[in-house]
């Protein structure tokens, strides 16, 4: 049966080892850092993740803009591709007025299921090009939580990972520690001579 006494690497003992004390300071620095540091590492990858996404969500924002359009032919040999949320989408040929430019057409993905004559929105960029439309607020807070958590985790398994390094250092320490000590003392016991 083994007996546990909590602490026993702070107490002051003839069998205490200068490594077992190095040990005790690196498991409290490793609680502070995974308590304290990982969530402040966290926070601030965060808050990084989060201007920088909204920086871009508004850049796309002025650059971009909607325009409701009705499908006026399919390209019969385009295939689908997979728009943002998994969903298909074709290219088709669509048609709009603007204000003062008269009616255009262009070539723009839509939706897999969206028939001849309907109205939809497409967006395009300054150029004229079909683009995606502009990241919306969701995306930029899962983005944000992400980079987030990613960061707070990144932290935790560097903080483990150099425990894991101290612990396997003092360890081998010890037993150097402990081999040096029984060398000198097997002689007492044994009566052999070393």
Known sequence: MRTRVRGWRWRRSPLRRRSDVVEAWTVLLVAVL?????????TAA???????????????RAERHRVRAEVVGRNGDSL????????HAYRVTV???EPGEGTRTATARVPADTRQGETVDVWFDDRGRNVLPPVDETAVWQHTLTIGTCAAGGAVLVVLF???????VALRRRLAEWDRAWARTEPQWTHRRA
């Open 80 to 87: 689908p591709s997979v728009q943002a949320g998994g969903q």
């Open 162 to 168: 150099g425990h894991f390094l101290v612990r396997r």
């Open 34 to 42: 995974i308590l304290v540091g990982a969530p402040l590492a966290g």
């Open 46 to 60: 965060a808050r990084w993740a989060h201007d920088e996404a909204r920086s871009v969500s508004m850049e796309q």
């Open 95 to 97: 048609r709009w007025t």
